[in-house]
């Protein structure tokens, strides 16, 4: 089965696989930089900001040089922050070393590089024997030869990860890592799967026994969490109230406005004399969907001609250069058709 189906899959990518930018190229770091991007974000979405980072650091020297404000606003809107500090540091860590690591271990030991990504980018820069295991891998492999372990248990990955690796044509990583994922993404989709014209439908278990559905098995997702963030935006003679976000939490190292969580209430509002009545709730209730939680936002505004003391770690600055840091989409919206 291993030369056949690795054959077909080959075949079908060369007339088939999608003509990716990155694609184009085999300098390593533009081809880091587009899996770091595609980490939990669609191709199509993705293509525009590594053209984007691409266009403003076209080397990994000058992502390096970079203020990890400047990384993070080019980042903005693309969600999962970490992944941009990350980027950030790791290509710190490239230029350190002197070159673009080369070996699966090398990439492996970037920031935020895991398994998945350095046998992409091992397979496709430097051709390594590397096969790469992600959720289109999981569900190919699984339907075709209707493996039910969970995909999302110790077990499951080892054994996804020794059948990948056994598929995977010694002397054609690069092309059969691309074409088995374009596979999962073009053909054997999650949702209305393309059976009748699928080239190993008559190998594919799943198809076969009728349980495409079924496969891949997954335990439980965890459950999606509700947190309420509520907004203050304070204005005073053309400065607003804003402060960097430090702590480990989400949205780390963006900036964000006046957040009225429990400290603040507590802490603050009542040496303000009164100020909350003049508070107006400018909009109610706005959902932000993030992937395990769902965030629930109040946003009032204030506009005061003296400026009041702020809460620890906020600090005043010029309303139009808040437009220029890099803060989280939530708060984008929040600002979004204000008078």
Same mark, same amino acid.
């Given at each position: 089965m291993s030369a056949e189906f690795s054959t077909i899959l080959l075949r079908w990518f060369a007339q088939n696989g999608r003509e990716l930018p990155w694609r184009a190229t085999q300098d390593p770091y533009a081809i880091w930089l587009s899996e770091i991007i595609l980490q939990q974000t669609r191709v199509q979405q993705g293509w525009a900001y590594w053209e984007r980072f691409m266009r403003r650091f076209p080397n990994v020297e000058q992502l390096a040089a970079a203020s990890e404000d400047e990384v993070? =606003?080019?980042?903005?809107? +693309?969600?999962?922050?970490?992944?941009? =500090?990350?980027?950030?540091?790791?290509? /710190? /860590?490239?230029?350190?070393?002197?070159?673009?690591?080369?070996?699966?271990? %090398?990439?492996?030991?970037?920031?935020?590089?895991? %398994?998945?990504?350095?046998?992409?980018?091992?397979?496709?820069?430097?051709?390594?024997?590397?096969?790469?295991?992600?959720?289109?891998?999981?569900?190919?492999?699984? !339907?075709?030869?209707?493996?039910?372990?969970?995909?999302?248990?110790?077990?499951?990955?080892?054994?996804?990860?020794?059948?990948? /690796?056994?598929?995977l044509p010694m002397h054609q990583s690069a092309?059969?890592?691309?074409?088995?994922?374009?596979?999962?993404?073009?053909?054997?989709?999650?949702?209305?799967?393309?059976?009748?014209?699928?080239?190993?439908?008559?190998?594919?278990?799943?198809?076969?026994?009728?349980?495409?559905?079924?496969?891949?098995?997954?335990? @439980?997702?965890?459950?999606?969490? =509700? !947190?309420?963030?509520?907004?203050?935006?304070?204005?005073? @003679?053309?400065?607003?109230?804003?402060?960097? =976000?430090?702590?480990?939490?989400?949205?780390?190292? +963006?900036?964000?406005?006046?957040?009225?969580?429990?400290? +603040?209430?507590?802490?603050i509002i009542p040496h303000w004399k009164g100020l909350e009545k003049n508070f107006v709730l400018w909009k109610k209730d706005v959902k932000h969907v993030l992937t395990h939680r769902v965030i629930l936002t109040d946003f009032f505004l204030l506009e005061v001609n003296e400026p009041p003391a702020l809460p620890p770690d906020y600090i005043w600055i010029e309303e139009i250069d808040f437009e220029r840091c890099a803060k989280p989409r939530l708060i984008e919206s929040l600002l979004e058709n204000l008078p």
């Open positions: 993070l =606003r080019l980042w903005q809107g +693309l969600g999962y922050y970490s992944r941009a =500090r990350n980027l950030h540091t790791a290509a /710190q /860590q490239i230029v350190s070393m002197g070159r673009f690591p080369t070996t699966f271990e %090398e990439i492996l030991g970037l920031k935020g590089v895991g %398994e998945y990504t350095a046998a992409a980018v091992g397979s496709i820069a430097f051709g390594l024997p590397v096969a790469v295991v992600d959720g289109n891998v999981y569900r190919v492999l699984a !339907r075709v030869l209707g493996i039910e372990t969970p995909i999302n248990t110790t077990a499951g990955k080892h054994e996804f990860n020794a059948v990948a /690796q056994e598929l092309a059969y890592n691309q074409a088995v994922m374009d596979f999962g993404a073009m053909v054997c989709t999650p949702k209305s799967p393309k059976c009748t014209q699928c080239p190993l439908a008559e190998r594919c278990v799943a198809f076969r026994e009728q349980r495409v559905g079924q496969l891949p098995v997954k335990l @439980k997702k965890i459950e999606v969490k =509700r !947190r309420r963030m509520d907004y203050l935006h304070i204005r005073c @003679k053309g400065k607003i109230a804003v402060r960097k =976000r430090l702590k480990n939490d989400i949205w780390r190292g +963006l900036w964000e406005l006046v957040l009225m969580d429990d400290d +603040l209430k507590t802490s």
